[in-house]
Nanobody
Framework: QVQLVESGGGLVQAGGSLRLSCAASGRTFSNYAMGWFRRAPGKGREFVGA????????RYADSVRGRFTISRDNAKNTVYLQMNSLKPEDTAVYYC???????????????????WGQGTQVTVSS
């Protein structure tokens, strides 16, 4: 079993920054992917970005590329989502997720991720 706990959400003005954290615990594993998704009010869950834990290779949605950065801290088993130049349309509940069967692949579909955190609210005011 894997537990994921997000933190770092909040209210920020447009143009500001936030950093989300996702701490993973439970079984040990390797060569998996950690993803970030978000769900805006009235919309479906959307891929934001992901990182392959072993290689550090990242993948981003077009809507956030160049503004958001994913990183990880192996010692802390934590993945981060640094969000800069935030826009009101970035307002959503943000979820981290783990794909333990990823291998070298980084999935963009939520169905590919087996474990999910509880989500953290990010609100960007205009």
């Amino acid at each position: 079993q894997v537990q994921l706990v997000e933190s770092g959400g909040g209210l920020v003005q447009a143009g500001g920054s936030l950093r989300l954290s996702c701490a993973a615990s439970g079984r040990t594993f390797s060569n998996y992917a950690m993803g970030w998704f978000r769900r805006a009010p009235g919309k479906g869950r959307e891929f934001v970005g992901a990182i392959n834990w072993d290689s550090g290779i990242t993948r981003y949605a077009d809507s956030v590329r160049g503004r958001f950065t994913i990183s990880r801290d192996n010692a802390k088993n934590t993945v981060y989502l640094q969000m800069n130049s935030l826009k009101p349309e970035d307002t959503a509940v943000y979820y981290c997720a783990a794909d333990l069967d990823a291998g070298a692949y980084i999935g963009v579909m939520d169905a590919e991720y087996e474990y999910w955190g509880q989500g953290t609210q990010v609100t960007v005011s205009s």
